[in-house]
């Protein structure tokens, strides 16, 4: 008895964190669910392609769940178990949407339906595990607390470029926008997304022990954040090419105006990482 009513009141709690999970899961990743690119991914992506992006994805989990700091766990197996749990809900939830959506089929090879799974699982795992800390309730707040540092900025940066990135980085407009454009094009775009990240920088106001002051002059918020946070905007940016398979038969120039224009949303949502994370 005495186990029984300790577990009891567990329940509900894991029940609301699953449901939490996946209603993070499909906030983050429908608009991907239902986009025929996506789909496509898993006959033109190599298996080990997609198997680098969700071994880069789970240590990428873990670091997150440490910096948002859900329930104050700060032990390594807790927020790997946070990480696991979320990708898992997340697995679960595309597979569920894709085969409502008849995307996923009988006589599908397991390869395939593994693949599809896993590239949307990317974005729905991020959504899975920030519910836990966006849609908690009134007497849950104080689990989303967290001491902010600037490495914890800088990843929670690579987080946001990741995810607003991958949105856009399957699709043929990167490519097709990236032949349009000439040096002047892509310079301008490049001074155009330093530009929105630095209004970015201000508006969101850092704080921990990143608090940017109204008297901190433009110049140290410029180095200290947007061009560390656009750096690694354009490094996700080439990875997230690469993965999809995008950089493939293009001359290096073509490679470097591709991720100038995907560094474009990708910046963006690195900037406005602490918004949408």
Request: charged share 15%; net charge negative; aromatic share 10%.
């Amino acid at each position: 008895m005495t186990g029984h009513g300790r577990f009891a009141p567990q329940t509900p709690a894991l029940l609301r964190d699953a449901g939490r999970a996946i209603g993070g899961a499909l906030v983050f990743s429908l608009p991907m669910l239902m986009t025929m690119e996506m789909w496509q991914l898993a006959y033109t992506v190599q298996a080990w392609r997609i198997a680098v992006l969700v071994a880069v994805a789970v240590p990428l989990l873990v670091g997150l769940s440490h910096v948002i700091g859900i329930g104050r766990r700060r032990k390594l197996a807790e927020t790997a178990m946070d990480a696991f749990f979320a990708f898992g809900i997340a697995a679960f939830t595309s597979a569920v949407v894709l085969t409502a959506l008849g995307v996923l089929a009988p006589g599908m090879s397991v390869d395939e339906i593994i693949g599809k799974i896993a590239i949307q699982s990317v974005p729905a795992a991020i959504g899975a595990l920030l519910a836990r800390s966006q849609l908690r309730s009134g007497a849950d707040e104080t689990l989303g607390d967290r001491e902010e540092t600037y490495a914890g900025e800088l990843f929670l940066m690579m987080v946001g470029a990741l995810f607003l990135g991958f949105n856009l980085a399957p699709t043929e407009e990167m490519i097709l926008i990236s032949y349009l454009m000439t040096e002047w094009h892509g310079i301008a775009l490049m001074a155009i997304s330093i530009a929105a990240m630095h209004g970015f920088v201000f508006a969101v106001e850092f704080k921990g022990g990143s608090e940017l002051s109204q008297d901190t002059p433009w110049w140290s918020a410029l180095l200290r954040f947007t061009l560390p946070g656009y750096a690694i905007a354009a490094l996700i940016s080439l990875f997230l090419l690469w993965v999809f398979g995008r950089t493939e038969g293009l001359a290096i120039e073509m490679v470097a105006m591709a991720v100038v224009v995907l560094a474009f949303p990708s910046a963006i949502g690195a900037a406005a990482a602490r918004l949408i994370l």
